[in-house]
């Protein structure tokens, strides 16, 4: 199984940048993907990374190190929209592999 | 329109009753999940399919059941529900090699067990 741990909650302003980190434990890491999920809906899929480096799509990044079983989440601009939680899953062993979710940051964005 | 269904997508039942929540996808995704939800736990998988006839157990299979007798259906069955199986649930779907990153995700089934 997993260890994968992000904070709970954070808190932005409108137009800042937030990063919401994510590390992991795993003995077959193959890959770690970020998904948003906004309150009462299913949750959809925003990056997938699984070489070292940051991955750009719009205003989201996300970022591996694989050796320090590390990544992390970056929003730009935010909008009130991007209010959510997010959630970092790791799978293990192949591309038929598990998916081990964490337990979601849930991100507020102020005006 | 590429999708994943379930229904019903909200259900209110008594312990004891049987019930069984299908889903559903037009993808021709060999890989499929079903998840639970619940407050501060995180998503978390009660069982899991391969491909036709291949399913294993998640992390949390006690009390539910799931058949796959085609590819695209992956019903969850509750024998005999219990109050602390009231949860969210999301059944998910991906291909097993094409396309290995990206999981689609049902719109989620609201179960109150009384």
């Known amino acids: 199984g997993q260890n994968i741990d992000q904070p709970t909650e954070m808190t932005a302003t409108e137009g800042a940048i937030v990063q919401i980190n994510c590390t992991y434990q795993?003995?077959?890491?193959?890959?770690l993907f970020w998904y948003q999920q906004h309150a009462g809906e299913a949750p959809t899929f925003l990056s997938y990374?699984?070489?070292?480096g940051l991955e750009e799509k719009g205003r989201f990044s996300s970022f591996l190190s694989r050796s320090k079983g590390y990544s992390y989440l970056l929003l730009k601009e935010l909008q009130m929209k991007d209010s959510a939680s997010y959630l970092c899953?790791?799978?293990?062993?192949?591309?038929?592999?598990?998916?081990?979710f964490g337990r979601g940051t849930q991100l507020t964005v102020w005006p | 329109e590429a999708q994943v269904t379930q229904n019903p997508r909200y259900l209110i039942t008594v312990t004891g009753k049987k019930l069984t929540v299908t889903c559903s996808q037009n993808?021709?995704?060999?890989?499929m999940s079903w998840y639970r939800q619940d407050p501060g736990l995180g998503l978390r998988q009660i069982y899991y399919?391969?491909?036709?006839?291949?399913?294993d157990k998640g992390d949390v299979p006690e009390g539910y059941k799931v058949s796959r007798k085609e590819k695209r259906n992956f019903p969850l069955i509750l024998e005999s529900p219990s109050p602390n199986q009231t949860s969210l649930y999301f059944c998910?779907?991906?291909?097993?090699?094409?396309?290995?990153?990206?999981?689609?995700f049902g719109p989620g089934t609201r179960l109150t067990v009384t």
């Open positions: 990374n699984v070489l070292d």
């Open positions: 993808m021709n995704h060999e890989y």
């Open positions: 899953a790791v799978r293990e062993g192949s591309t038929l592999g598990r998916l081990y």
């Open positions: 795993t003995s077959g890491f193959n890959g």
């Open positions: 399919s391969m491909n036709v006839e291949v399913t």
């Open positions: 998910a779907s991906r291909a097993g090699q094409a396309h290995p990153y990206e999981q689609y």
